[in-house]
């Protein structure tokens, strides 16, 4: 096939070091923790993909047939002829759902995780050859730019599967203020909210009987073991997820089972038995709270649209 890919590197050729450090820093603060977005290996993608898939794990597939019922509706509202952005694009499977039916002639696939990133946006290219295929490798948690080649008139921004609430409502409206700078007029944000809901539906989905998103969780230690040295050993640590009903978000922790010294460049870190590492937190809205939270990042709220359950959202918003 003569598929291509435009790929834009916006990683530092080796960020091990920026890692180390802000792994460190995360692991003397108290109480411990750290990013999410390093959950996000080769492994943990595909983790992460596999959660998906699970039956407690509703957001996906809620998600999904809600893309799927309402895409018609999308494609009238983006117009023909914008550049379709996705954050945190992984596998590129629920942006499918849309190329199908929106006229968008240039995409471009934005993910931390580089291999994984660079396969998924190969295969879509191959799929739609008529499209004109990006792919940038960035930390989105940072202010990102889009790469200079790309200068679109008007832009779709597709953020889905309810990653802004893996930031604290602070940092997505940072988030999303600052992407509202990168939008020339005109252009609009598809994004995927998962809702408050019933607790023991929530942790279920964040403690599956098959046990991945503990393994997801884990994961994390074998990372920092592999890529920083760190003397971790996942035996010791357990996962941890709950609802906290009073800041409406899950938060994943690793727990030490025993009371421990890891060794970490120089730097000693203790840990207490019981003591955690704070490693995701996952907010749920409703969907008047979101719609207040995009308009002070300065969006107008287009449409939304919830599943019959009232388990998911996805606004469009203008910009
Ligand atoms: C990517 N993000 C929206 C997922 C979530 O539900 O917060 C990550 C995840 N963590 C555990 N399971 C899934």
Redesign the pocket.
């Given at each position: 096939s003569t598929a291509t890919v435009q790929f834009h590197n916006q990683l530092p050729e080796d960020h091990a070091p920026t890692m180390a450090q802000e792994v460190l820093s995360g692991l003397t603060f108290q109480p411990k923790y750290c990013s999410p977005k390093f959950l996000y290996d080769h492994k943990g993608s595909e983790l992460?993909e596999k959660?998906c898939e699970l039956p407690e794990?509703y957001?996906t597939r809620t998600e999904e047939a809600i893309l799927a019922r309402v895409v018609p509706e999308i494609a009238n509202l983006a117009g023909p002829g914008a550049t379709l952005v996705e954050f945190g694009s992984g596998a590129s499977r629920k942006v499918r759902l849309l190329l199908e039916c929106l006229s968008v002639d240039r995409y471009l696939g934005i993910d931390i995780s580089r291999d994984f990133l660079i396969n998924s946006t190969r295969r879509l290219a191959a799929d739609y050859p008529w499209l004109e295929v990006h792919a940038a490798c960035a930390d989105f948690t940072q202010p990102v730019d889009l790469p200079e080649s790309i200068e679109p008139s008007r832009l779709v921004g597709f953020f889905p599967?309810?990653?802004i609430?893996?930031f604290t409502p602070q940092e997505a409206e940072r988030f999303l203020r600052g992407l509202h700078r990168l939008l020339p007029p005109g252009s609009g944000l598809l994004i995927g909210v998962d809702l408050v809901k019933d607790q023991t539906i929530l942790e279920a989905a964040?403690n599956d009987r098959a046990g991945v998103?503990a393994e997801?969780n884990l994961n994390l230690l074998d990372r920092l073991r592999r890529e920083l040295g760190l003397e971790i050993d996942r035996k010791r640590f357990r996962h941890h997820a709950f609802f906290d009903p009073r800041q409406s978000r899950i938060e994943?922790h690793l727990v030490s089972r025993v009371a421990q010294v890891l060794k970490f460049n120089h730097e000693t870190i203790r840990f207490r038995e019981g003591e955690s590492i704070h490693t995701?937190n996952?907010y749920k809205y409703s969907v008047p709270g979101f719609q207040q939270l995009a308009a002070r990042a300065g969006y107008t709220g287009r449409r939304v649209w919830v599943d019959d359950k009232g388990l998911f959202s996805v606004h469009y918003l203008v910009a």
């Open positions: 992460f959660i794990y957001p599967g309810s990653s609430g893996n964040y998103t997801f994943m995701e996952s």
